[in-house]
């Protein structure tokens, strides 16, 4: 008997939960970057360092 091949579900799911994963994380790190420039040019403009 050969072995069947694993399910694509099975080796998909880790992967997914991983791209899933790593979004959420591009995405917090986007909104940190935005609100760092953001924060940045304001307190440029209002002439504080």
């Known amino acids: 008997m050969s ?3 694993p399910r694509p579900q ?3 799911r ?3 939960d991983f791209f ?3 979004d959420r994380t591009t ?3 986007a909104l940190h970057a935005l609100a760092y420039h953001f924060n940045l040019h304001h307190l ?3 002439g504080f360092r």
């Open 27 to 29: 995405l917090m790190l």
């Open 20 to 22: 899933l994963l790593l």
């Open 3 to 5: 072995p069947r091949p």
């Open 44 to 46: 440029n403009l209002t």
């Open 10 to 12: 099975r080796t998909l």
């Open 14 to 16: 880790p992967l997914a």
